[in-house]
């Protein structure tokens, strides 16, 4: 079983920045996918983003897409989601999320999320 524990979020105010951390333990995360989702008050959680194993393959939700950047560090075994042009409706709880084993869209672990909160 992995754990996922995601850290770096915040207050901010619109237009700026904040890098998000998710920390693996226990399970390796090679050869799945990780991704990053949220879940604004009153809403559905949605997908932001996701890396493959490699790293080398991204995909981004239309609305964070040139504004947010997923990457992976395979040696600290931690993924980030740099987040930069924040805008009032990207506040939301963020949460890390490691994808089913061979599976392009199903996730088997979750973190258990980061608050962020972007100001007019």
């Known amino acids: 079983q992995v754990q996922l524990e995601e850290s770096g979020g915040g207050l901010v105010q619109a237009g700026g920045s904040l890098r998000l951390s998710c920390a693996a333990s226990g399970r390796t995360f090679n050869y799945v996918r990780m991704g990053w989702f949220r879940q604004a008050p009153g809403k559905e959680r949605e997908f932001v983003a996701v890396i493959t194993w490699s790293g080398s393959n991204t995909f981004y939700a239309d609305s964070v897409k040139g504004r947010f950047t997923i990457s992976k560090d395979s040696a600290k075994i931690r993924v980030y989601l740099q987040m930069n042009k924040l805008k009032p409706e990207d506040t939301a709880i963020y949460y890390c999320?490691?994808?089913?084993?061979?599976?392009?869209?199903?996730?088997?672990?979750w973190g258990q999320g980061t608050q962020v909160t972007v100001s007019s």
């Open positions: 999320a490691q994808y089913c084993s061979g599976s392009i869209s199903n996730v088997c672990s």
